[in-house]
């Protein structure tokens, strides 16, 4: 199982079409040192991430691989090369000329043939037979930094913006029916030079079913919203039904707004006024795209690596200022920060703990160890702007831990049953 197990490299076998469903390489099980049972899928590239979205039963993976950008020097320029050289012209008379900085910029021969970069592409893969159900390659230069699979309420295209100080809750999600999606949230960065401007995209992706009777995947992805934002967005998570994404050292919370078109487009996509792109998708005969509306922005001066919810709590973690815990007030449309760790630790990941009436912090470090944190009323910090996290328990991984999840346990009373 790919979630379970773990992902190598090696020869793999063609996907094959076998009575109008694709079935993917033959796998079979091993086992390993400590015994579990695992299936390697051979992918021909490097797999960073991987999103499980049970509505499909398919996975979402974040592969990149080795590919040669352009060829340096083309055949008519090799045949030139290898041409026996003129006898250069002779020098005019005179002092040699001045430096002139133009020269510098020009390129100066190479050797090598080809430049190699990392090209990223995002996978969808059948969860019983892990055949390839979809692609979508990223932009030049584009690296993908997160993918987490979301289920969010959208707002119709005619509800109200939302506003502060509204009486009851903010307008947004109380005019209107509101309509559940589930989508897969991807953050992006554009790998540039240090002298130019970082940039990356929030991209929202849909699972549609394929069409039966037809040689084609069951499902396949769609791109409903691509969000374009002028830092990379580095971690993304579900706050009361809403998008938020850890862009840079900020935080932006988002709300999905549906965009409604009868008929049927080109998929073209149309620029919205918030600097994102709302591309149509197929839905019972008609058209059903998205925007991304800003609702809450938080200034946490951190560089977040890890981003995790509980009801109205964020939980950031940070590669140099180890985890920092939010809360969102939704009665006013912002954040507040509650408490920040005592210790400078560079974090990997952090997750909520739920233990009963209990809610403890989980942080794994690059050092190889996992702190257990609380949250204590204390004095508070206004330097640090919040109260200090305490130190519970800690215990050596042995390796450093690069992501955690959360997962409900069964109560005693279910287990006696």
């Keep these: 199982h790919l979630a379970n197990g773990r992902m190598g490299r090696g020869a793999g076998g063609r996907a094959e079409r076998e009575g109008g469903r694709q079935a993917g390489p033959r796998l079979s099980p091993s086992l390993d040192s400590t015994g579990a049972v695992v299936w390697r899928l051979p992918l021909r590239c490097t797999p960073h991430c991987v999103s499980y979205l049970p509505w499909a039963d398919c996975y979402a993976l974040a592969v990149s691989a080795r590919q040669p950008l352009h060829a340096m020097h083309t055949q008519a320029e090799h045949a030139a090369e290898s041409a026996p050289a003129a006898a250069p012209p002779p020098l005019p008379p005179g002092p040699p000329p001045a430096f002139s900085p133009d020269c510098a910029s020009e390129r100066l021969p190479s050797d090598s043939a080809a430049v190699e970069g990392d090209a990223w592409e995002l996978r969808l893969l059948c969860g019983d ?26 707002l119709p295209r005619t509800a109200a913006a939302f506003t502060s100080g509204q009486p009851g809750g903010h307008p947004g999600f109380g005019s209107g029916p509101r309509r559940t999606r589930n989508i897969l949230a991807v953050g992006t960065g554009l790998s540039k030079p240090e002298d130019a401007t970082a940039s990356g995209r929030l991209l929202l992706f849909a699972i549609v079913p394929g069409t039966e009777g037809v040689s084609e995947p069951r499902c396949a992805l769609r791109l409903v919203c691509a969000h374009q934002l002028r830092a990379h967005v580095t971690a993304v998570a579900v706050l009361h039904s809403m998008v938020l994404a850890a862009v840079g050292t ?17 998929g073209e996509g ?22 991304l509306e800003p609702v809450g922005i938080f200034d946490a001066a951190m560089w977040t690596v890890s981003l995790s919810t509980l009801n109205s709590y964020v939980l950031l973690a940070d590669a140099v200022r180890s985890v920092r815990l939010l809360v969102w007030r939704e009665s006013s449309l912002n954040f507040e920060g509650l408490a920040v760790d005592a210790v400078d630790r560079s974090a990997n990941a952090a997750e909520f703990v739920v233990d009963g009436r209990s809610v403890s912090l989980a942080l794994a470090d690059e050092a190889g160890a996992l702190h257990l944190l609380a949250y204590a009323k204390a004095e508070r910090d206004l330097a640090q702007g919040g109260q200090r996290l305490q130190d519970r328990a800690a215990v050596q ?6 992501a955690m999840a959360r997962v409900a346990l069964p109560s005693p009373a279910e287990l006696a049953a």
């Design 129 to 154: 037979s892990w055949a390839a159900l979809g692609t979508h390659r990223m932009e030049k230069d584009e690296w993908l930094l997160a993918l987490k699979t979301l289920r969010v309420h959208s």
């Design 250 to 266: 900020r935080l932006i919370l988002f709300a999905l707004r549906d965009s409604m078109r009868t008929g049927r487009t080109g």
């Design 270 to 291: 149309a620029v919205d006024g918030a600097g994102g792109i709302s591309l149509d998708v197929d839905v019972d005969g008609g058209t059903l795209g998205g925007e």
């Design 397 to 402: 991984l042995g390796t450093p831990a690069r």
